[in-house]
């Protein structure tokens, strides 16, 4: 049971092929380029990559626009080098799960360019049309601000097609059953060639039936666990991990009502409650959104981030709650990005190690699967030079050497940051590998106590109240086990009052122990059974003790 939910105890690594290593010295990463970077991921103990997407596309949109789903864009190699790195992969132990951008083609896939042919054409209702302008043609956009519409004229075609997201990304029709046949037959030659999964695009938009002149679209979830259904007949052990930024209520929607639905879903909603936690110290948003987000389902699980490849959205937030985090996080209009989001990397952000230090530690210890985007094991900053979700997509700093090491081209898919403190003569792997204190030894450290944690993957769980109010306290339960991890997030040292005291009926003379599992650290309660820890300012404590759920007072 435990190995068919291999991803509740997972350290998912993200990375975009094309700036993580370029091998060939085209200026593009490339997959044997990331092939020769396995063992680097390995040793950290990542056991799971998830890679962007990689197949043959215009890369009008970082990839996100493909134009042909069974293939390996020439820019990152072939077919045959794909097949290699699963190979150099499996043999390390490391699992890959894939993009599945299925929303959207891009209008250069032969299916849209025979689309727009006639009507008659033989995908012409593989996509959506209407042939007068709708009425909402200029409404709902994904990129406000960036983005001018939602339908747009194609004088081929002689109607409007529907496009979610950008004009040269049209959207599929999810209701014609040609489509979805299709889209398992992508799945399938993926899990063929020995992919463990997918983390599964624009989940909402993907399953909705779009219709002119209204902005209510129906929302079909048999197709979720339609999609669900041929995965586990095909590779019994692969995974959906959806891309859904949706309220706490639609949840259950999306993992099914038995389970039966996406296996994994990416918590939007706690972590921009967590940002604004870290930028205010006020941790009762954060609180209630982990509450709101809670999973009564054995198989599903939330996966848990910082930033990923797109901007930080704080769409979730109040109005109020998103400027306060706009004014610590991001104060410069060029640093924000759709009216909703901020388009900065952590370290730069947080601005310190201790705070980052705080921020990895509690998104480990979150109730779900950790997340980590390449180059924050190293605090890699961003270029805010680069125009939109640019900034934080600059290539992996792996030396000091010429281009930091990631390739020997002149030109290359976006420039490395070459100057200020987050530099790639100051910020990169090599050195980071030969200093014990530096934040890669450091994230080391935690993925393997976090591996050691299988409490957080499987366990149940609890929010303790401590004395302090800017303090988090969590406490997880499995086989036996226990553990209890407290997040400050004051500026300042605070001594923290737990209390553990024990019933008569379970008192056998002796004092519950906590071992702190990252310091050599015991903390002992005293005869009222009360624990007395002090936190650093920014501090984070990892505990393990004997079961003592039945003994908690709950928060």
Not at 140 to 151: A, E, H, L, N, R
Not at 317 to 324: A, G, S, V, W, Y
Request: hydrophobic share 35%; proline share 4%; with cysteine.
């Amino acid at each position: 049971m435990l190995e068919e939910l291999w991803y509740k105890n997972s350290i998912i690594y993200s990375l975009d092929l094309e700036t993580f290593m370029d091998l060939n010295g085209d200026g593009v990463g490339d997959f044997e380029g990331l092939a020769r970077r396995l063992d680097y991921l390995n040793a950290m103990g990542i056991d799971c990559i998830w890679l962007a997407p990689f197949q043959p596309t215009p890369n009008k949109d970082n990839g996100y626009d493909i134009s042909d789903y069974y293939g390996v864009d020439p820019r990152h190699g072939s077919s045959g080098n794909f097949v290699e790195f699963m190979h150099q992969a499996n043999k390390r132990g490391i699992k890959v799960i894939i993009d599945l951008v299925v929303n959207h083609t891009s209008d250069q896939h032969p299916w849209f360019q025979d689309a727009r042919s006639s009507e008659n054409a033989r995908h012409r209702d593989w996509y959506v049309w209407n042939k007068a302008k709708p009425s909402d043609w200029n409404e709902g956009m994904v990129f406000p601000g960036v983005q001018d519409s939602t339908w747009s004229y194609d004088k081929k075609a002689k109607a409007w097609y529907f496009h979610r997201f950008h004009d040269f990304q049209p959207d599929l029709n999810w209701d014609n059953p040609e489509v979805r046949a299709e889209i398992k037959r992508i799945i399938g030659f993926w899990l063929e060639l020995g992919i463990a999964g997918f983390r599964v695009d624009a989940v909402p938009f993907m399953i909705e039936s779009p219709e002119p002149n209204t902005s209510k679209h129906e929302l079909n979830f048999d197709y979720l666990r339609e999609m669900r259904r041929f995965v586990q007949w095909r590779r019994g052990e692969a995974i959906l991990l959806g891309e859904a930024n949706v309220m706490p209520e639609e949840n259950k929607k999306y993992f099914g009502e038995e389970g039966n639905g996406i296996h994994m879903m990416f918590n939007f909603y706690v972590n921009q409650h967590m940002f604004y936690a870290l930028a205010t110290s006020n941790i009762e948003p954060l609180v209630e959104a982990l509450e709101a987000t809670r999973t009564d389902f054995p198989t599903v699980q939330w996966a848990h981030f910082l930033r990923n490849h797109d901007e930080l959205d704080l769409g979730r937030l109040t109005d109020e709650q998103r400027e306060e985090v706009f004014a610590r996080f991001a104060p410069d209009d060029d640093m924000q990005l759709y009216d909703r989001g901020i388009r900065r990397r952590l370290s730069t952000m947080l601005g310190n190690r201790q705070h980052s230090e705080l921020a990895y530690s509690l998104m480990f210890s979150l109730p779900g699967t950790p997340v980590i985007r390449y180059g924050d094991e190293i605090g890699m900053g961003d270029d805010l030079s680069l125009k939109e979700r640019d900034a934080v997509r600059t290539p992996m700093q792996w030396t000091d050497d010429y281009q930091a090491g990631f390739s020997t081209a002149d030109k290359l898919v976006h420039p490395v940051i070459d100057k200020g403190p987050y530099s790639y003569h100051h910020i990169n792997v090599e050195n980071q590998r030969r200093d014990p204190d530096s934040l890669l030894n450091w994230m080391t450290a935690l993925i393997r106590l976090r591996q050691e944690c299988t409490e957080i993957g499987f366990g149940d769980w609890q929010i303790l109240k401590t004395n302090k109010p800017k303090i988090l306290c969590l406490h997880y339960s499995w086989q036996g086990s226990s553990l209890i991890i407290l997040h400050n997030f004051d500026e300042k040292a605070h001594e923290v009052i737990l209390d553990l005291k024990l019933e008569k009926k379970d008192k056998q003379g002796k004092e519950q122990k906590l071992i702190d599992l990252m310091v050599n650290y015991e903390s002992e309660a005293d005869d009222k059974g009360k624990h007395y820890i002090t936190m650093e300012a920014y501090g984070y404590r990892w505990f393990r003790a004997g079961d003592v759920s039945h003994l908690l007072k709950k928060g």
